[in-house]
């Protein structure tokens, strides 16, 4: 099971504490080592001797680890061990074949560039004296001290080069991963920013959508509703004044009665067109199916209607401001395109919801509508509203199509 990033990094300290008291360790056992063999006179020497190394480690090191990053002081620091180093040798051949490890990793880690290979050849010279205890006397002597010393500076390069490629690569990693967790953050951050800014505009789109539906009925009412009462009023008055001649009479009474019934399908059709109680009770699909068939009985037109893709609730701004744009194109449909069909789609899409409403009626010239007619402008203001898109396709003879396409919100993501 992989670690987290917590998780490595705690382990990392742990192995750093664990790696500062190696040095002592080694010191520890070399003096052990060195003093079960050691001359009892010469023995308290080694173990202060011992003791004044552990302490320069301690306090160049230990007790001062920011004098790591500094290289002039650690160049102080590695000469007095070099020279520490050579004392302890002299004193048994234990420091040289463990406490040279310490010389080893600090020359490695301590020292910079280049350096820090003069420093391995160094520790190597002083472990390979303290092993043979003394300097070579012969010429074969030196061949094979010196052929085991480069030995050793080889090994030790190449070991700790390794590390060095192996350590590189881990920090690498651990910053691929840090980059890669704010990243992720970064991302959920724009994400929540994305739905309360989806969250805002749906709100707004419903403020407006409420003011464009009072202007729109205060229109309805002015257009139809009222002209139709004043023309029935018309009639009913010029009845009055005909009452003396029956054939007058019946006429303006037959007028007012076809006024009266005109206006009460307009009626019908305006309440038809207000946001209906099915959105609260069931989805979009359903309330544009009932809303096609009702248009369909009032007016006598054939109106089909069909839904394609995974059907699913969608944000109730959404839904409403959809079922008002194709109530808009069914009203268009039924007062200017004298149709014999209607066909309207929903369309569930990944991303976004589409709405066709199409006809087989009379269509129109596209240039010679500005936008402001059939109430086309109500149509794109909705979709604007919600970064849709309208599309109005339409000829002379041709009928008319309507496309109206916003993204899929769901109600979760609101």
Known sequence: MGLSHRELDAWERRILRRTEAVPYLLLLVA????????????LPGTIGLAALTAAWIAW???????????????????AGLLVLMALLGSRGEWYGGLFAFTGYVHAWHRLPGRWKYAGVTAVAFLAMASLSRGLPDTLSAWLVFLLLMIAIVVLVSLFSTFGDVITARSVQRLHMVDELAEANRRLERSMADNAELQARLLEQAHEAGVREERQRLAREIHDTLAQGLTGIVTQLQAAEQAATQPADWRHHVRAAAELARDNLVEARRSVAALNPHPLTESGLSTALAEATQRWSAVTGLRADYAATGPIRRLHPEIEGSLLRIAQEALTNVGKHAAASRVGVTLSYMEDVVSLDVRDDGRGFAESTVDGTGFGLHGMRQRVERLAGRLVIESEPGAGTAVCATVPAVGVRDA
Do not use: K, V
Not at 31 to 42: E, I, Q, V
Not at 70 to 75: T, W
């Open 31 to 42: 003096t052990a080592l060195s003093g079960l063999r050691a001359d009892l006179h010469a």
């Open 60 to 78: 160049w090191i230990t007790l001062h680890p920011a004098w790591i990053e500094r290289p002039g002081l650690m160049f102080g620091y590695f």
